[in-house]
């Protein structure tokens, strides 16, 4: 449906910032409600950040608000995450993903991308 490609991970010190961005390669991206979600080694995969098709809507997990945030150039099909305040806790790979319905639930995502590695020095 969407092939998706994640970039701009790598090693920042705590306190620190990095951008993610996820390219889309599918002709139907403004259609897509795009999220974020971040696997530690022997942990779950958990939501991290949506935003919906248009860009008016956006949701963040608990651990990340304030912190974090979403955006979307549907132009450029890109979605981005800006990650400020980082903390050793948010190591992990994080994953871009496309759902057709606006939700926070990974099931429902049907599109991911490789993935892309974010760690956090103390």
């Known amino acids: 449906q969407v092939q998706l490609v994640e970039s701009g991970g790598g090693l920042v010190q705590a306190g620190g910032s990095l951008r993610l961005s996820c390219a889309a390669s599918g002709r139907t991206f403004s259609m897509y409600t795009m999220g974020w979600f971040r696997q530690a080694p022997g942990k779950e995969r958990e939501f991290v950040a949506v935003?919906?098709?248009?860009?008016?809507?956006?949701y963040y997990s608990d651990s990340v608000k304030g912190r974090f945030s979403i955006s979307r150039d549907n132009a450029k099909n890109t979605v981005y995450l800006q990650m400020n305040s980082l903390q050793s806790k948010d190591t992990a790979v994080y994953y871009c993903?496309?759902?057709?319905?606006?939700?926070?639930?990974?099931?429902?995502?049907?599109?991911w991308g490789q993935g892309t590695q974010v760690t956090v020095s103390s």
């Open positions: 993903a496309a759902s057709l319905l606006v939700t926070t639930t990974t099931q429902y995502f049907g599109s």
């Open positions: 935003i919906s098709d248009n860009g008016g809507r956006t």
